[in-house]
């Protein structure tokens, strides 16, 4: 069979990412806003997005920010706190301003200090949330600081997650930036409620990369990777053609200076190369004819919406991430594999 040079598919979306805000968020915007058609935006800014009036603000600044020409539609999500008000967040979702609600338990990850400290803190507005269809966002990590940082997504699944499921069954769940076989497992086994994105990073590196070469900054975030039969498992759920897989970045800018320090925190900028990261994951497992279904059409289908009309147009011809992103005002952010090559080129 002939080698596949070039692929079209449907405009994707990216259900998972991080657009920070002012000089940040102008400089990152226009890379997913070149490749993909609208992103769920997440609401862990410092302070965090938790009523309407604040997320339709960040709308309109994300708005603002776009590249002239540029037609890309945030979707906005709802930081969801011990106390927070299930009528802001359903009449927000009603408004047409919230398109999900994202769970971050308390401490698991960058700004998700006022997140959920006990779900039993939150049972009332969740039984809201599944009465008015909204998806919940879920980063699946246990915050027991006894738990093996490897083991944490694995714990979460046992102890919040499968209960969570089981007392909302209407709920409506996303498992984000899923690492682990044993997430791909409960995914697939859990009814059509839930469904889980997959980062490109997370099918690209193991945990090795934290520490080829000496300790890397560049290669952490969390969930962090995990040893290789995980990223073999994800790999195998992604091309799988089942539709509870779909994308979801995770690009999660941070200043050099944030990565590269004694304590350097946690995400990945994947944003600049995204979408040709994941295209050469399908055509490393000679699936390409997948990709569209987890780039453009299962994400929509899971959030009751319609699929992109338009088209991108992706070519072997090679390429690279670009180099550090400059930021208004001296600041500096690193891609992932910056500088590396790249297999396939999205042809504007
Ligand atoms: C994210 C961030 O920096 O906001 N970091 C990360 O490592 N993924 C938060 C998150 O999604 O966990
Ligand atoms: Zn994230």
Redesign the pocket.
Known sequence: MAETTGITIRRPDDWHL?LRDGDMLRAVLPFTARQFARAIV?P?LAPPVTTAAAAEAYRQRIADALPPGASFTPLMTCYLTDDADADEIVDGHAAGIFTAVKLYPAG????SANGVTDMDNVLGVLERIQEAGIPLLV?GETTDPDVDIFHREAVFIDRTLAPLLERFPGLKVVFE?ITTSDAVDFVLAAGDTLAATVTAHHLMINRNALFEGGLNPHMY??PVAKREPHRLALRKAVVSGVAKFFLGT?S?P?ALSAKEAACG????FSAPSAVEHYAQVFDEEGALDQFEAFASLNGPMFYGLAANDETITLKKTGGSVPGDVSVEGGVAVKPFLAGQPLTWALVD
């Open positions: 991080h997440m862990n698991a990850t960058t700004n980063h930036h975030c969390l995770d999660a941070h925190c946690a995400g990945i």
